[in-house]
């Protein structure tokens, strides 16, 4: 079955440093979404990447879909408090089974 | 509040009861999904629907586990004889095939579910 990965497990960054989460999929996909879920709380949507080679920017956020459309990245530039939180991908290839990375936990240290 | 709500937050039951928990989704979206979440691990898709159409089904999901949407709106998913391995948050999410915010999940608080 479609399996969706995510490294590093948890990263630790000091506040201004730069973090960066990759996924990846033993299966093409169609699209690839990413969420963000504080502690305690539900994912919340932050962008969807369609196209092979997408690049998309949300403010200090960066998101990549890689060109063979099985991989993806997340980069936050100059992390803040505020960054804190478990990022997951999450994969669809053939319709709309959504297959949810197993996470990176970001906490960033002030 | 116009966001996804579920009922109950919390359940509490006994081994071999039956459960049912209700989602009701942002009301013009037409997708409706369950995921189920355990402490560390990201979202496991249960189930989806397309207005009550019930579309896709996880194979790793015990038919003990049976979800409705009967008018397209709410949904209900119910877990028949209840094991210890069913404890979990057990998310709803919504989403519109049209629009600015086609294909975005709207996920809902959670009910959280504890098998004793």
């Known amino acids: 079955g479609q399996q969706v990965m995510q490294i590093p497990q948890y990263q630790h960054v000091q506040e201004g440093e730069d973090f960066t989460t990759y996924c990846n999929s033993s299966?093409?996909?169609?699209?690839i979404q990413w969420y963000k879920q504080r502690p305690g709380g539900h994912p919340v949507f932050l962008i969807q990447?369609?196209?092979?080679?997408e690049v998309k920017k949300q403010k200090r956020l960066t998101f990549q879909f890689g060109e063979a459309k099985k991989n993806s990245s997340l980069h936050i530039t100059a992390t803040q408090t505020t960054d804190v939180g478990t990022y997951f991908c999450?994969?669809?290839?053939?319709?709309?089974?959504?297959?949810f990375g197993t996470g990176t936990s970001l906490t960033v240290i002030p | 509040d116009t966001g996804v709500s579920q009922n109950p937050r919390h359940k509490i039951t006994k081994r071999g009861q039956n459960v049912t928990f209700r989602c009701d989704p942002i009301?013009?979206?037409?997708?409706l999904y369950w995921y189920r979440q355990t402490l560390g691990q990201g979202p496991e898709f249960l189930t989806y629907?397309?207005?009550?159409?019930?579309?896709?089904k996880s194979r790793l999901l015990s038919d003990r586990f049976s979800a409705e949407r009967p008018k397209g709106s709410f949904s209900t998913l119910e877990i028949q004889r209840t094991e210890q391995g069913d404890s979990a948050m057990y998310l709803c999410?919504?989403?519109?095939?049209?629009?600015?915010?086609?294909?975005?999940?709207?996920f809902g608080p959670g009910t959280r579910l504890t098998v004793l």
């Open positions: 999410a919504s989403s519109s095939t049209s629009g600015s915010t086609y294909n975005e999940q709207f």
């Open positions: 299966t093409t996909l169609s699209n």
């Open positions: 990447l369609v196209k092979s080679g």
């Open positions: 999450a994969g669809a290839s053939t319709g709309n089974q959504f297959y």
């Open positions: 009301s013009e979206h037409n997708r």
């Open positions: 629907f397309q207005n009550e159409a019930q579309l896709e």
